[in-house]
């Protein structure tokens, strides 16, 4: 069984950057999807961006140009660069992983919170 945790949330200004990282305990290469949700309180979470084992990724208009998500299967981990934060970027931010089959991990989130 694969477990992930997220680490790199914090405290960041307006028109900062963070960068989230997520770790397996095990190996990512069998989770041929990996993404990044997030859910802001009194909201549903919503999806941030996703990635493939091949590296095709896929991201929310929110997140276009502003974040990036990559992988290192080698390494075992999954990484969201964060800038030009906003004060809506607040959230709790999630990693998922799936697998070909119906595995479905996520981790036990990590704080952004972006304010002046």
């Known amino acids: 069984q694969v477990q992930l945790v997220e680490s790199g949330g914090g405290l960041v200004q307006p028109g900062g950057s963070l960068r989230l990282s997520c770790a397996a305990s095990?190996?990512?290469?069998?989770?041929?999807?990996m993404a990044w949700y997030r859910q802001a309180p009194g909201k549903e979470r919503e999806l941030v961006a996703t990635?493939?084992?091949?590296?095709?990724?896929n991201y929310a208009d929110f997140a276009k140009g502003r974040f990036t998500i990559s992988r290192d299967n080698a390494g075992n981990t999954m990484n969201l660069q964060m800038n030009s934060l906003k004060p809506e970027d607040t959230a709790l931010y999630y990693c998922?992983?799936?697998?070909?089959?119906?595995?479905?991990?996520w981790g036990q989130g990590t704080q952004v919170t972006v304010s002046s």
């Open positions: 095990g190996s990512i290469f069998i989770l041929n999807y």
């Open positions: 990635i493939h084992s091949g590296g095709a990724t």
């Open positions: 998922r992983g799936r697998s070909v089959l119906t595995d479905d991990y």
